[in-house]
């Protein structure tokens, strides 16, 4: 079946990005990978945060095991700001400022989105390596 024709000109023309290729290089065994995204797992404290898990789910389930709106969650945006303030000394951030994304792909990819128009030169540029 030749899907061709009902494919939109982006999705005609998608090819495999470099960071996905790489990406599959850092799963060999025994390979280092100083790529950021790909931490060395033996760093991660999967034990600390197994048993905060186990409590936030025992303890919040009906809260944490049901899908949230696409706006975030109130109380971490809240706690979000406070960092901010407090870390990095930025203040007047309010709620509407603050947008949760389900990973930085997504991020980078709603930035794209409203930030180039189709003929824009960085449009143009980054087509060729998506």
């Known amino acids: 079946m030749n899907l061709e024709g009902i494919l939109s ?9 470099l960071i996905r290729e790489l990406l599959k290089y850092a799963s060999v065994p025994g390979s280092i990978s100083f790529g950021g995204g790909v931490p060395d797992p033996n760093t991660f404290p999967r034990h600390e945060l197994a048993e905060i898990a186990k409590e936030v789910i025992e303890k ?22 406070k960092l901010l303030e407090r870390t990095y000394g930025i203040t007047g951030i309010g709620r509407e400022n603050l947008l ?9 990819d709603l930035m ?12 143009l540029w980054s087509s060729q390596f998506i």
């Open 9 to 17: 000109d982006v999705g005609r023309n998608l090819r495999s990005s």
């Open 60 to 81: 919040e389930y009906a809260y944490t095991l049901q899908y949230n709106t696409t706006e975030g969650d109130d109380q971490l945006a809240t706690q979000i700001v």
């Open 100 to 108: 949760f994304t389900t990973g930085s792909q997504q991020a980078l």
């Open 112 to 123: 794209a989105r409203v930030l180039l128009d189709k003929d824009s030169i960085c449009s």
